[in-house]
């Protein structure tokens, strides 16, 4: 976690490009919706990685605890997360290397 | 759905409920057990019945349930419901847990709900092949020991494991030991509500049913359930409270 | 039960347990979600253990790179289905003319041995002319592109492609405002629909479930396949050698399946605005791993399988059907058999939409079925007609070309098929379903009315251009 520094304010998941890392702050869902995203792992505090999105730019896939979740746009609109910073200017963690 | 359908017979066969998440290899297991030619799909949901093949080993005859694969026992749809309402009514006298051993964590999320529910669980690490070629292995000893009972690793559509298993779910079977299995943990705030709605719940259902787990259901405000489990154990208790919904009126509520 | 006086009643406690939830800052349902995820982290934390040094190489990701990719995603998904059906129809055609050579061969022998051993002539008809037959009609036509194309579609699906087709179609179901996961209950169709309506249970809402039966019909089943196929080699790719033959076949059942998978769209956009209205709901599809299918097992198992219940319902439904046939077709009142009447009763309305009284006969016997109503067909016009032999299916389109048929009939005849009511277990499966006769109904009339107005349509478009 050392090499990422959350931003301040958390986002929607739908703002993560593709290829980037967040963490879930909170849900806005409600209902059955709400319960099945947990049910899947995606509670607070969970990493969650854009994978790609649908040919036709919406559902988009994410990596959630080793397994591939889609979702619509109007779900991961309802959940906020902190992008994790892993730019080009921060290369990604090195096994071993670490401080 | 006749879940009762089996208990009460003086010789029945073992009945053996098979849980797990979709695309976990359940329906493989099922059809390497049984060799009923279901048909196993790669997709979630593929399931929608239980599914019944008989086995026999060592001179023992077992009925194999295949549940509907389901992320969690919780929510309600129509997959959970009767996987849960199995593994609750039906009280097989074992569960099998199929969990995939790349995405052990969201497996074990279901694992450790069946654990609240019964200790007659036998944990089956199922696609240790795909795993080692992602490079990642299940310490399968340190997994039982942590929950409590057996776990057994296979390659299911391969045969690797399934005799190991059989064993173990013979043995489990035989002697389903005294140790209590893993209990979820929960924080604090849930733990005291919980300490205190035991003695309650256990005065509505007696020990039948787990009163932590029932307490927790409580918690989780999922009434149907619970009128479900009183009505079940206790009938007298909630006569005209039952809220059953049809799909009929599901649906006309919905349109 | 003991006697224990409960000293709370349910009510009660439900009354305690909303103060408490109420009094906690926290969603103590979400709270416990939380905590048991806590639990399985730790654990598998302890249990799980990667090896640092090989790196995994993602195969996962670089494969859905291409089948889900903005460019390719779409296109593949079409090939893929296209190369199903090019090596179904390749494949299909050698068993099929043995299966033919043979079937047909034998029928001689048992005509020929019943009439020694003074059988009467209509025993002869009904058993040999009738119901064998209708049998090998359906053996030899039918059963080698269902052998071929289910194991087919079973291996995508073993793979793991299918979510994939639902990940990529998503986006225009919630435009229908439909479930994403309709698309593989219309992929469950391909091999039949009334698993197709059963496999709609994965659907959540109860809306778009109903969608989804309502229109898995209009995803060909592998009863009505070969009817398309036949229909497609032998006229619109009549002409032409047979290499060129199979690929233009190919793409007229391509081009037929998505116009099929068009007419879903249209319909569940339609029923989402009128009688199914309401919102549309969320998608939660997990993209399991690619898998290898274990291919001797899938092979085996769909052909053993596909096989065997081809066969039964062949000897349960086509015999039966085929020994009706012959009767109503020899039976005669007054100048005309009872078949040549009802043929002739529905031939206004089936010149209406481009076909004949015989065809839209055949498609109404063939309601337990759709395996029988290409031999149906076939033995209605024999059995009017004076034709006697054929094995192959250029003397099957001269049959039908001496039944008047043109290029037209053939489209409509594989529209009409595309589109019309279900088989009768389809509806029987959507009644089980829903437990309601007004779906069960619709789930006929919609079919129905829109096969009727599509085929209409185009028998008068191509007739007003002049184009037969």
């Known amino acids: 976690m050392d090499h990422f520094t959350k931003t301040q304010k958390a986002i929607p998941l739908s703002d993560i490009p593709v290829g980037a890392t967040g963490v879930i702050a909170s849900l806005n869902l409600n209902g059955l919706l709400r319960r099945r995203v947990l049910d899947l ?28 979740i889609a979702l619509r746009r109007e779900s991961t609109d309802q959940i906020a997360v902190y992008q994790l910073k892993m730019g080009p200017e921060t290369s990604p963690p090195v096994p071993g290397k670490e401080g | ?13 073992h009945v053996v409920a098979l849980a797990g998440n979709p695309n976990v290899g359940k329906s493989t297991i099922f059809n390497a057990l049984t060799g009923l030619r279901q048909h196993t799909g790669n997709w979630p949901g593929k399931t929608v019945n239980n599914a019944r093949g008989t086995f026999s080993y060592k001179n023992k005859s077992f009925l194999l349930v295949d549940l509907p694969g389901t992320y969690s ?21 074992l569960t099998i847990v199929v969990l995939a051993a790349s995405s052990l964590e969201r497996n074990l999320n279901l694992a450790l709900q069946v654990l609240e529910i019964t200790p007659r669980v036998v944990i089956c690490v199922n696609l240790l092949d795909e795993a080692k ?57 849930v733990e005291e509500i919980v300490a205190f709605l035991i003695p309650q719940v256990q005065r509505l ?51 | 039960m003991n006697e224990v006086e409960p000293l709370k009643t349910l009510s009660q406690i439900y009354t305690e347990v909303n103060r408490i939830s109420h009094s906690t800052r926290i969603n103590l349902s979400d709270q416990i979600v939380a905590d048991i995820y806590a639990n399985a982290a730790q654990i598998a934390n302890e249990v799980v253990v990667r090896n640092p040094f090989s790196a995994s190489c993602d195969w996962d990701a670089r494969v859905d790179s291409i089948l889900t990719s903005r460019l390719l995603g779409y296109p593949v998904m079409i090939l893929l289905l296209g190369l199903v059906f090019w090596i179904t129809l390749q494949g299909a055609n050698i068993p099929s003319e043995m299966l033919a050579t043979v079937l047909f061969g034998l029928e001689g022998k048992m005509s020929a041995w019943l009439l020694q051993v003074g059988a009467p002539d209509w025993l002869n008809g009904v058993l040999v002319l009738g119901m064998y037959k209708t049998l090998a009609w359906v053996v030899a036509v039918m059963l080698p592109p269902m052998a071929i194309f289910f194991p087919l579609f079973t291996l995508l699906e073993d793979l793991g492609y299918l979510p994939r087709v639902a990940f990529n179609l998503d986006n225009l179901f919630k435009k229908a405002r439909s479930c994403g996961k309709q698309a593989l209950t219309m992929c469950m169709g391909f091999g039949c629909n009334a698993a197709g309506v059963t496999s709609c249970r994965i659907i959540d809402s109860p809306r778009e479930r109903l969608i989804a039966v309502l229109t898995n019909n209009f995803v060909p089943c592998n009863g009505r396949f070969p009817t398309l196929l036949a229909m497609a080699t032998i006229f619109v790719a009549g002409g ?5 033959q199979m690929i233009v076949a190919t793409a007229v059942i391509t081009g037929l399946v998505l116009i099929g998978i068009g007419v879903t769209f249209l319909t569940s956009w339609c029923l989402s605005r009128t009688i199914l209205q309401g919102e549309v709901s969320a998608l939660i599809l997990e993209l399991p791993p690619y898998r290898r299918p274990q291919i001797g097992a899938v092979i085996y198992r769909s052909i053993i399988d596909r096989t065997i219940f081809v066969l039964m319902r062949a000897v349960v439904v086509a015999a039966p059907a085929g020994a009706l046939i012959w009767i109503l077709g020899n039976v005669q009142i007054g100048q005309l058999s009872i078949i040549g009447h009802l043929a002739h009763w529905l031939n206004p309305f089936g010149q209406l939409i481009g076909l004949d009284g015989f065809i839209l006969l055949a498609f109404i016997l063939g309601f337990p079925a759709n395996e029988i109503v290409l031999p149906i067909l076939i033995m209605s016009y024999l059995a009017v007609g004076q034709m006697t032999e054929f094995q192959s299916l250029e003397e099957l389109r001269r049959l039908l070309v001496t039944n ?9 005849m594989m529209l009409f098929s595309l589109l019309h009511w279900p088989c ?34 185009v028998a008068q478009l191509v007739r007003s251009l002049g184009l037969v």
Not at chain 2, 1 to 13: A, E, Q
Not at chain 2, 73 to 93: H, M, N, T, Y
Not at chain 3, 404 to 412: E, F, I, P, Q
């Open chain 1, 41 to 68: 792992g995606m509670v607070p505090g969970t990493f969650v990685e854009c994978l790609r999105q649908s040919p036709s730019g919406d559902p988009t896939a994410y990596r959630v605890r080793g397994t591939t």
């Open chain 2, 1 to 13: 759905m006749d879940i009762k359908l089996f208990t009460g017979h003086k010789n029945r066969p």
């Open chain 2, 73 to 93: 026992l919780l929510a309600r749809s129509v997959e959970e419901e009767i996987a849960r309402d199995f593994i609750c009514f039906g009280q097989p006298d």
């Open chain 2, 133 to 189: 070629k992602n490079n990642i292995y299940v310490d399968l000893e340190g997994l039982s020991k942590r929950l409590g009972v057996p776990a057994i690793g296979t390659v299911a559509r391969t045969g690797q494991g399934l005799d190991e298993l059989l064993e173990a779910v013979a043995a489990r079977i035989e002697d389903p030991g005294t140790n209590q299995p893993r209990q979820v943990v929960y924080s604090q705030e």
């Open chain 2, 205 to 255: 259902v007696g020990t039948a049913i787990n009163p932590r787990w029932l307490a927790l259901r409580l918690l989780d405000s999922d009434r149907a359930f619970i009128e479900k489990i009183v009505q079940h154990f206790n009938p007298q208790l909630c006569i005209g409270t039952s809220s059953e919904i049809s799909f009929d009126q599901h649906l006309e509520a919905v349109i």
């Open chain 3, 240 to 244: 032409l050698a047979s290499s060129a």
């Open chain 3, 404 to 412: 008047g048929w043109t290029w037209l009939t053939a489209v409509n």
């Open chain 3, 424 to 457: 009768a277990t389809t509806l029987l499966t959507v009644f089980k379903e829903t437990k309601s006769f007004k779906w069960t109904f619709m789930a006929f009339l919609l079919p129905t009315t829109i096969a009727i107005t599509v085929c209409f349509s």
